[in-house]
Structure formats: C-alpha cells, structure tokens
C-alpha cells in the first residue's frame, strides 16, 4: 500500500522485482542505481551471498523529487530468486505496492519462471493480497542472448492475466526504465483509485508545521472503488472520499489522552516495571520532547539546569553526550550526591559540611539512612557502632 | 491488504516523538527510530544526521521479519525484542503494538538494562497512542492521492529515468 505521510509530505512506495534465480532482478537495480543522478537516489544496498546470489534482498532507494508539495519515494527490492530462499523471499514481499515479474527468455529457464510466478502468488496469498489486485509488470529478460523464446511463447505460458510486458536486456539496460516507469504509474493509478492510503513515514527534519495547510494531494475526484481485499473494516462509507482529507478538519481530533483501549491492547500489554528513580526524577524529562524536535540535540543549544545524576545499576554516573542534555560533561557523582538526587528529587544537595550544620531532625530518615553504608554484615555492623560511640565519647569527653 | 491503514498526523507524530526523547533521555541512548514492519520510517530522533535513516529501517525491519521467522520455527510467535551487540554500539528492538519497531541505538555510556527498561516503557505509551490512531482512523474516511500527483510523478519520471 503506498505509504502516505502527511507530516513529512511523503509519499512511499514499496516494488518488488519478483522472479526466478539468475533472472537479471538485482541487474535491474544495478542498472538503476548507475544510470539515475546521485542526488535522487541512495546507495544500492546488497544482502548477498560470497558468490554475490542475493540472500535476502536488495534494496534501492529512490526519490524523484517533490510533486505538488509530496515528495515522491520509491523503495524498490530485489528478492533471492533460487527455490531454496522461499522463507525469506516471502518477507520482503509485505507491504508491496507493486510488482515487476522478471523473466528469463531462455528456453531452458521457462519452466522456473512458471514455477516462480507460482510460487509469487502464493506468497502473495498468504499475506492476504490478491495477484490480479496488485500492480504488476512482466519483464521479459535477456532479449539480447541467442535462441529466446518469442514473446508470443513467453505471453502464452507466463502472462495469462494479460498484464503488460517489456522486453529487456538488464545488462545493456534495454527496458529497465521503461519498465520502472510503467510499475510506478500502475501503483500511483492505484493509489489514486483507492481510497486507502496510510502510513507516514517521516523524515524529521522535513516535519512541516501544520499537517497539510494546503492540500497537495487533493482527493481524488472519481468515486473510489472499495478495493477489494483489504480490511474488513474500511466502512462503505469511506468509498467516498470526503472533501479535503488532507486538512486537519476532517480528521478527528486525537486526544493525547487516550482511554486505554483494553480489547485491542493485545499488542504488548507490557507490565508497568517500577522503575527506579532514574526514569522519572529528572526534571527534564518532561520538558525534552519538545525541545529537540526536528533536529538532532545539538551541543550547547539547550540551556537546560544541570540535570540529576543518572545512575545505571553499578551505582556509576555517566556522562550525558556532548549537547545530549546540557552541553556540558558532567562530572563523576558521588554516591552521597546521588542518593540525596534521588531523595530530595533532583535538587543538588547541600554539601556535607552545610548538612552537618543544618538540624539533622530536618533531614529525612531516608537520607540519614542513605548517608550509612546500607548493608553490613551484623559483625561488622556492631564493630561500626561500637566505633562510633567510642569516637562520640572522645568527642564530647565522656569517659 | 491484510492490514488496517494507517494515518499519522502531525500531531500524532509530535507525541510520539516526544515518547522517544523522553526514552532517548531517561536511557542516555544516542538515537531512536520508529519503523513499521514493512520497512518504513515513520520517525526518528536525536542523533541521527550521520545516518542513512531509511536503508537503516528497511535493513531492521527485514531483520525483525526474518526473526520472527525464526522464532516460529523454534514455536514461539514472535520475538519481541532483538538486540544486536557491537564494539561501540548496540542496537535494541522491540516491538510496538501490531506493526511497529522501536529501534535504539546506544553505546557503553548506558546499559542494556537501562535501555531496554526505558524502551518498555516507551512502547506502553506508543502502544496506546497506537491504538488511538487506529480508532481515528476507523472514523476518519481516508485520503487518496490525486491523478494530479499521478500526472506529476510520470513527468518527474521521464526526466530522470532517461537511458
């Protein structure tokens, strides 16, 4: 499904280059990769085996720029062809928005281009999609080796649907644009007839202010044809795409405060762990979602109060990252400092000869506690004591 | 598709980037992603300019995909949080309701435990908001894109896919 993010004004498409082992999938994208400007595509990014068989997938990343306000994104995979990776081969087909079957022309190959279209619908079944609802292009591959099978051979046994077919050479590149070209048309058509689009995702340093003030993607004009798979869920009434979606009116207002949907909270009901003071004494932590917002907290830029001391459990205090909390490197803590943080919630303690003068009935039995080494063996504890009363004698010379 | 849509707003993006700062805080990790399982970033916070966000999500969420292949071959339905150890940095993912992964990347400053603790506690909170947007969603009609974008994107197409 294409991904549509309101926020960063994204649209994302994931394809898929779908076809037997050896048939020019991951050429496709290396042709892709070489020939389109540096600046509108990322690095072309290979799971392959040594012997460079893709293993899990591959994975291109391409933006054609902005239209109408909308970034335009194309994520496009490659997935391991041979038999044996079938288990992985399904995983990168979740979420598809289309697909690019690329076949061998060779006649020896023909019967693993059937085999593996078979094998791309029933993938395709498990994950609930239907392979006549998707978008899909068949790429004839190999056109420029001696002895292929005709077209017309190819169509009767690989393109029974009719759906539309491209001669290719991967490695001169002979239709691989063409054939990205066309796939991309077939999953914006479809995006545009449905009236489902989603997710968002979203480059933080593009977040606009108001979630889309002036729509760029306007809804479309036809009536939307309820597609047919999806979710049970989608009301008929969705069918008609409401005036301007894309503004913030028509969505309803979600409360930050949600009532805690307790049947669908099947998802993770994590137990709340107690955590220690550490999660929730520091005062900034309330303040930071704010403040770093789109870009990465940088080193001095916050004027922040010196923020309590955090301790792991060794009982050590760390050092925030440089201009991660208050642009300075804290200083080691000592362990009076950091029990007194936690007890008197993250206001730096007096300093020992401040506590000593202060009435020590002020301070609270907690800390007074915490001043003690906590756990002793009752041996060593009575010998502390003992210690401890005779130095009191020689102090106020009792005898 | 088998699966609900799903819409974010801006809003609902700034408090879930809040939820992350708060947990990139409160773990003293360097960075937080939040990834759909299909590979797509839905956002990202603290330092993540020297990282190449969008191969980083696909990459972990194929990992999480084949994990949970894994683990059902083992008998488990899914591992709900995978953690990857290296010299400097680790990385912790956990699963966030249905269809999201909750990625941090930390070095020796903090500990796993401090992270994983933080990150609990984060995907309870994003876990609900999740559930929130679901709801809306349901009552909301949604949005398609225009032939308009459509027409615009062919162009842009023509342009930059020239042999």
Redesign the interface.
């Given at each position: 499904?294409?991904?549509?993010?309101?926020?960063a004004r994204e649209?994302?498409c994931?394809i898929v280059y779908y076809g037997p082992g050896l048939s020019g999938k991951t050429t496709n994208l290396q042709y892709?990769h070489e020939?389109?400007?540096g600046n509108?595509r990322?690095?072309l990014?290979s799971?392959a085996t040594e012997a460079d068989r893709t293993l899990?997938?591959d994975?291109l990343?391409i933006n054609?720029?902005t239209?109408?306000g909308?970034a335009?994104k194309f994520?496009l995979?490659t997935v391991p062809g041979q038999v044996y990776y079938n288990?992985?081969r399904k995983?990168?087909l979740?979420?598809v928005d289309g697909i690019v079957f690329v076949a061998d022309s060779q006649p020896d190959k023909m019967d693993e281009n059937i085999e593996s279209l078979a094998n791309l619908e029933e993938n395709l079944r498990e994950?609930?999609?239907d392979i006549n609802d998707i978008p899909l292009v068949l790429q004839y591959n190999k056109r420029d080796l001696p002895g292929v099978l005709s077209v017309e051979e190819l169509n009767a046994k690989l393109n029974p649907r009719g759906v539309p077919t491209f001669e290719a050479s991967a490695t001169l590149?002979?239709g691989v644009?063409d054939t990205?070209?066309l796939i991309?048309?077939l999953v914006?058509?479809k995006?545009?007839?449905?009236?489902?689009?989603?997710?968002?995702?979203?480059?933080?340093a593009s977040?606009?202010?108001?979630?889309a003030a002036s729509p760029?993607?306007?809804?479309?004009?036809q009536p939307?044809p309820v597609t047919p798979?999806?979710?049970p869920?989608?009301?008929p009434?969705?069918a008609?795409?409401?005036p301007a979606?894309?503004t913030?009116a028509?969505?309803?207002?979600?409360?930050?405060q949600?009532q805690?949907?307790s049947a669908?909270?099947?998802?993770?009901p994590?137990p709340?762990?107690a955590?220690p003071a550490?999660?929730t004494e520091?005062p900034?932590?309330?303040t930071?979602?704010?403040?770093?917002?789109t870009?990465?907290?940088v080193a001095g830029t916050k004027p922040q109060p010196a923020q309590p001391a955090?301790s792991?459990?060794?009982g050590e205090a760390?050092?925030?990252?440089p201009g991660?909390?208050t642009g300075k490197i804290k200083q080691p803590v000592t362990s009076q400092e950091q029990s007194t943080a936690s007890v008197t919630g993250g206001v730096r303690p007096a300093t020992q000869t401040q506590l000593e003068k202060s009435n020590e009935h002020i301070i609270p039995q907690q800390q007074q506690d915490s001043d003690h080494v906590p756990i002793m063996a009752p041996s060593m504890r009575r010998r502390a004591e003992k210690k401890k009363r005779g130095f009191f004698k020689r102090l106020f010379g009792i005898k | 598709?088998?699966?609900?849509?799903?819409?974010?707003?801006?809003?609902?993006?700034?408090?879930i980037?809040?939820?992350i700062?708060?947990l990139?805080?409160?773990a003293?990790a360097?960075?937080g992603l939040l990834v759909?399982?299909?590979?797509?970033?839905?956002?990202?916070?603290?330092?993540?300019?020297s990282l190449?966000?969008?191969?980083l999500?696909?990459?972990l969420a194929?990992s999480f995909?084949?994990t949970k292949?894994i683990a059902k071959l083992v008998g488990e339905p899914e591992f709900?949080v995978l953690f990857h150890q290296g010299k400097k940095d680790h990385i912790h993912m956990s699963?966030?309701?249905?269809r999201s992964i909750l990625v941090v990347i930390f070095d020796d400053?903090?500990?796993i435990?401090?992270v994983r603790?933080?990150a609990?506690?984060a995907?309870?909170d994003l876990?609900?908001?999740?559930?929130?947007?679901?709801?809306?969603s349901?009552?909301?009609?949604?949005?398609?894109?225009?032939?308009?974008?459509?027409d615009?994107?062919?162009d842009?197409?023509?342009d930059?896919?020239?042999?």
């Open positions: 499904m294409v991904s549509i993010n309101y926020s649209v994302c994931k892709v020939k389109v400007p509108t990322g690095d990014i799971l899990y997938f994975f990343p054609i720029g239209i109408n909308f335009a994520q995979y288990a992985t995983l990168v979740r979420g994950y609930g999609y590149g002979k644009f990205l070209k991309i048309r914006l058509d995006a545009k007839n449905s009236n489902k689009n989603q997710r968002k995702p979203v480059t933080a977040l606009s202010k108001e979630p760029p993607v306007s809804p479309s004009a939307v798979v999806k979710e869920s989608a009301p009434a969705a008609s795409p409401s979606p894309v913030p028509p969505k309803p207002s979600p409360q930050p949600p805690p949907v669908a909270a099947s998802a993770a994590q709340q762990v955590s550490v999660a520091s900034q932590a309330a930071v979602g704010v403040a770093p917002k870009k990465a907290p955090v792991n459990p060794d760390y050092r925030p990252y991660s909390t | 598709m088998s699966e609900d849509s799903l819409i974010l707003y801006e809003e609902e993006i700034k408090q980037e809040k939820i700062s708060k990139l805080k409160g003293e360097k960075c759909d399982k299909d590979g797509h970033l839905i956002t990202r916070q603290g330092f993540t300019h190449d966000t969008t191969a999500a696909a990459l194929g995909a084949s292949e709900s699963l966030v309701g249905e400053r903090t500990t435990g401090m603790l933080c609990k506690e995907a309870t876990t609900k908001i999740f559930e929130q947007i679901k709801e809306n349901k009552a909301s009609a949604q949005p398609s894109i225009s032939g308009e974008f459509a615009g994107a062919q842009k197409l023509d930059i896919f020239q042999d």
